[in-house]
């Protein structure tokens, strides 16, 4: 069936540091990836989205890359802060944003 | 402008009782939908609608209902709570959004749900 999965269930890094999240899709006729964050006792919140025609697109101190060949998403944060620390969910979607499989979830872990 | 509101917080049941949370969205969104989030895994899909009087199943459906009277409103209801329900549920509403390529989800802060 359809999923979207993640790598990695944490992740810790260094304040600082870069973080590379990573997820994996298995329709590959998904038009459309969201990243979100979760952090503690609050609900998702989108971060950068990419569309199935492109293969990488930057946000403030976020890049989201998609690889359609091997069905790869993945976040990059640059300088890690203390506030990334959250769970980062990819999502796929269709062009009408419902019926969106989510993955998992990463935990991310900053280290001061 | 208050986005994705839902109610209540939290909320203890007790196995059999009936239960609805409320959602309301104020940003004009067609689409909404119900998730729930159990612990360590990803948001599910409960029930899902594109417009007023239009409602549809997602991945894990049964034991609740839903409705759409208004393009504002999308509740869920909990016919007889069961343990298997206890998680939290987010209410999400979809549109557009500037400098997005697509439709993206606004979610609201959860409803801790816990049925004894």
């Known amino acids: 069936g359809e999923s979207v999965g993640l790598h990695l269930p944490t992740l810790s890094v260094q304040e600082g540091d870069n973080s590379i999240i990573n997820c994996a899709y298995s329709?590959?006729?998904?038009?459309?990836f969201i990243w979100y964050k979760q952090e503690s006792g609050k609900g998702p919140q989108f971060i950068i989205d990419?569309?199935?025609?492109?293969d990488k697109r930057q946000g403030q101190r976020v890049t989201v890359l998609l690889n359609k060949t091997v069905k790869h998403l993945s976040l990059q944060i640059a300088a890690t802060q203390p506030g990334d620390s959250a769970v980062y969910f990819c999502?796929?979607?269709?062009?009408?944003?419902?019926?969106?499989?989510f993955g998992a979830g990463t935990r991310l872990f900053v280290k001061a | 402008n208050a986005g994705v509101t839902q109610t209540p917080k939290f909320q203890v049941l007790k196995t059999g009782q009936s239960m609805t949370l409320q959602c309301a969205q104020d940003?004009?969104?067609?689409?909404m939908s119900w998730y729930r989030q159990d612990p360590g895994m990803g948001l599910r899909l409960i029930h899902y609608s594109v417009g007023a009087g239009i409602t549809d199943q997602g991945e894990v459906p049964n034991g609740y209902n839903v409705s759409r009277s208004t393009t504002e409103d999308f509740p869920l209801r909990l016919l007889s709570a069961a343990p298997s329900q206890t998680s939290v549920y987010f209410c999400a509403s979809s549109g557009t959004r500037t400098g997005s390529s697509g439709n993206t989800i606004y979610f609201g802060e959860g409803s801790w749900l816990t049925v004894v």
């Open positions: 940003m004009n969104h067609e689409y």
């Open positions: 999502a796929e979607t269709d062009t009408g944003g419902f019926k969106t499989i």
């Open positions: 329709n590959s006729a998904s038009d459309y």
């Open positions: 990419i569309r199935s025609n492109m």
